[in-house]
T-cell receptor, first 116, second 115 residues
Framework: AQTVTQSQPEMSVQEAETVTLSCTYD???????LFWYKQPPSRQMILVIR??????QNATENRFSVNFQKAAKSFSLKISDSQLGDAAMYFC?????????????FGQGTILTVHP | DAGVIQSPRHEVTEMGQEVTLRCKPI?????LFWYRQTMMRGLELLIY????????DSGMPEDRFSAKMPNASFSTLKIQPSEPRDSAVYFC?????????????FGSGTQLSVL
């Protein structure tokens, strides 16, 4: 079974600074997708960024970017120019390719605090 | 669109009672998912539907749990009888397979407390 591990239960960053959240995963498959979701205090999960395993180029979405290291099975999230609204719990997630649409395996989450 | 709507937002019940959680997906979405979040197990998929048909219920923990989707705009997750270990936040999410970004839209969840 696939597993997703987030080794940082909590992280903190100063406003306007950069922070990187770590994620590793374990799979024997070659076709899969990786995601970062954000869960603010409102509880509603929000997609931050998505990466297809077959793409070598790292995904970026405005201030959010990933460092996808397929051989190392690592998928870290970098948040640049951190804002107070970035404070939330962040989850890394994995999905097997093919017909497993939407079947996500989540990591345990990292709580991000942003200091003004 | 109002997004995925779940009700109730909070539910407190006593052990042995029946609990029904409700979800209204975003109009036009063809996938619906039920996830559960606990401190011990994190977020885990319980069941999902495609075009109102249950596709994979392997995450449903026990026969006490059941889910239905009678039409494209409504789904329920029922626990009967409820137990204290069922206490968790239950999320409903919907998605449209035609979207390249494969974005799941989550509701705000139902916080269930079984006493």
């Amino acid at each position: 079974a696939q597993t997703v591990t987030q080794s940082q239960p909590e992280m903190s960053v100063q406003e306007a600074e950069t922070v990187t959240l770590s994620c590793t995963y374990d799979t024997s498959e070659s076709d899969y997708y990786l995601f970062w979701y954000k869960q603010p205090p409102s509880r509603q999960m929000i997609l931050v960024i998505r990466q297809e395993a077959y793409k070598q180029q790292n995904a970026t979405e405005n201030r959010f970017s990933v460092n996808f290291q397929k051989a190392a099975k690592s998928f870290s999230l970098k948040i640049s120019d951190s804002q107070l609204g970035d404070a939330a719990m962040y989850f890394c997630a994995y999905r097997l390719g093919g017909t497993s649409y939407g079947k996500l395996t989540f990591g345990q989450g990292t709580i991000l605090t942003v200091h003004p | 669109d109002a997004g995925v709507i779940q009700s109730p937002r909070h539910e407190v019940t006593e052990m042995g009672q029946e609990v029904t959680l409700r979800c209204k997906p975003i109009s036009g979405h063809d996938y619906l998912f039920w996830y559960r979040q606990t401190m011990m197990r994190g977020l885990e998929l319980l069941i999902y539907f495609n075009n109102n048909v249950p596709i994979d219920d392997s995450g449903m923990p026990e026969d006490r749990f059941s889910a239905k989707m009678p039409n494209a705009s409504f789904s329920t997750l029922k626990i009967q009888p409820s137990e204290p270990r069922d206490s968790a936040v239950y999320f409903c999410a919907s998605s449209f397979a035609g979207v390249a970004t494969e974005k799941l839209f989550f509701g705000s969840g139902t916080q269930l407390s079984v006493l």
